[in-house]
């Protein structure tokens, strides 16, 4: 990846020279050839999507962000996993690559991203993903209880009520268990320097 940093200068980051390619076999053709014979975009789509997705379970990686070098060492993921964790990691924590933010996205690799980089002119939009799966489930239901979508009439009526909190009773309360928290977590992290 090339990235131009603020004062111009080009910096490139590699990951690493191997590269998995693998031809479609005649045993596996089937998988992505139409009736005809021909390569078909669907069924390629999904042949890539099937191995894609087969190894992104949240078991492989960090759930969440990872706050200190004691929570790489302790983390129950494959030593290669450990290793992209550990990388992005140190080289976060160096100032000429500080823009990048690797530190923040260090329990994604490194990455910020989705784990497949999408095209919306060969595929489609993840906006577009959700507004199919809300208009599914919306029909499911009506077809579960009976409905269509002529018969029946949403009305919203959203107004604003206000913010915050009711009296000063419920503030402090909230004050003090958002200080607990945070003295909770400062402790915590000064055992793990420790």
Known sequence: TTTVRPDG???LLVWGTQVDAQPIRASSAHEVEDESGAISEQRLAGYVAKYATKGTGKTEAADRPIKSQLEIDYLRVATHHRAMI???W???H???YAELNLVRWAHMLGFRGHFLSKSKAYS???RA???ERRAFRAQETLDRLGY???SVTVVNDWQWTGSGYKNDAERELASAISQRVREHRRRKYEEEAA
């Open 9 to 11: 200068t080009e910096l």
């Open 86 to 88: 550990q990388t992005a």
């Open 90 to 92: 140190d080289l976060g």
């Open 94 to 96: 160096l100032p000429q």
């Open 124 to 126: 489609t939009t993840f």
């Open 129 to 131: 993903i959700r507004g």
């Open 148 to 150: 269509t979508a002529d």
